[in-house]
């Protein structure tokens, strides 16, 4: 079993920068797993947001942050980042690690999720 822990969140005005955390406890992902961030917006379904893959480290985006945000790990720490730049109104979700899945979009891929971190930006 993992446990995936996320941490980082906050309130940030418009065009700043957040990075977000997810650490793994429990069992090490190591090279193993994929890892992804989701998010939910108010009154919205999650959606995708960012993937790194095992140990090719190959990461995906959507297209509403790529460019934005980048998806980091670090295998000895456990532990995957997503570094926010340039946020807007709209990227306010609580945000949600995942793991165990092989880097796509698709959130039935993934086998571990954390609680999530709220994220909101002010205009």
């Known amino acids: 079993q993992v446990q995936l822990v996320e941490s980082g969140g906050g309130l940030v005005q418009a065009g700043g920068s957040l990075r977000l955390s997810c650490a793994a406890s429990?069992?090490?992902?190591?090279?193993?797993?994929?890892m992804a961030w989701f998010r939910q917006a108010p009154g919205k379904e999650r959606e995708f947001g960012a993937a790194?893959?095992?140990?090719?480290?190959?990461?995906n985006y959507a297209d509403s942050v790529k460019g934005r945000f980048t998806i980091s790990r670090d295998n000895a720490k456990n532990t995957v980042y997503l570094q926010m730049n340039s946020l807007e109104p709209e990227d306010t979700a609580v945000y949600s690690c995942?793991?165990?899945?092989?880097?796509?979009?698709?959130?039935?891929?993934?086998?571990?999720w954390g609680q999530g971190t709220q994220v909101t930006v002010s205009s």
């Open positions: 429990g069992r090490t992902f190591g090279s193993y797993y994929a």
């Open positions: 995942a793991a165990g899945g092989i880097g796509s979009y698709v959130r039935s891929e993934y086998d571990y």
């Open positions: 790194i893959r095992g140990s090719s480290g190959n990461t």
